[in-house]
C-alpha cells in the first residue's frame, strides 16, 4: 500500500512539474557551429535585477528595466538549412500560439516582422516574438511576460 502511494504521489509530482516546465521554443533546433541559442528564465531575470541591452541592442530594441518578462529566448542562424529549420520552428510557434502580426518591414530579400499576443486589457503584450531574416541568417526575440510598448522602444 505504502509502495502504491508513493508511486501515486510521484506521478503527481512529476506530472505538475512537467506542465510548468520551461518554455522554451527551439529545444528541436540542432545546436551547431552555425546556431546560438540563449534561454533566460524567470528566476535568473528576477535575479539579475535589471536586463542586460546588448541583447536588445544587437536588434534595435531597447528594453527597459521595469518590464516585467518571465522569459527571454533568443536564436541566432546562419546557412540556408539551419535559417531554414529556425524559421519553420518560428512560424510553427507563431501559428500555435495564435500570435498576430503587429509590424513588418521588408527591404530586398531581408524582412523584420513582430508577432505578438496581448493580454486582454490589450494595452500589454504577453508574447513578443522580433525575427530579422535574410537568405542565410535569422535572429529570432521571443519574450513572455507582460509587456508594455513603454518598455520595449
Not at 521595469?66 to 512560424?91: F, P, W
Not at 493580454?119 to 526575440?141: F, G, H, R
Amino acid at each position: 500500500m505504502k509502495r502504491i502511494l508513493t508511486l501515486i504521489l510521484s506521478a503527481i509530482i512529476l506530472s505538475a512539474t512537467s506542465l510548468h516546465a520551461d518554455d522554451r521554443v527551439f529545444t528541436k533546433l540542432p545546436s551547431g557551429p552555425n546556431v546560438e541559442k540563449v534561454y533566460i528564465g524567470k528566476t535568473l531575470l528576477k535575479a539579475a535585477g535589471r536586463i542586460n541591452n546588448n541583447l536588445g541592442n544587437q536588434f534595435g530594441l531597447t528594453i527597459s528595466d521595469n518590464a516585467r518578462l518571465e522569459s527571454l529566448e533568443t536564436v541566432s542562424a546562419v546557412g540556408s538549412s539551419d535559417v531554414q529549420s529556425a524559421y519553420t520552428i518560428m512560424k510553427s510557434f507563431i501559428n500555435d500560439e495564435h500570435l498576430e502580426t503587429l509590424l513588418t518591414k521588408e527591404e530586398g530579400y531581408s524582412w523584420t516582422a513582430i508577432y505578438g499576443k496581448m493580454n486582454e486589457d490589450s494595452n500589454s503584450a504577453k508574447i513578443l516574438v522580433v525575427c530579422n531574416y535574410d537568405v542565410n541568417e535569422i535572429q529570432i526575440v521571443i519574450m513572455r511576460g507582460n509587456l508594455t510598448v513603454s518598455n520595449i522602444r
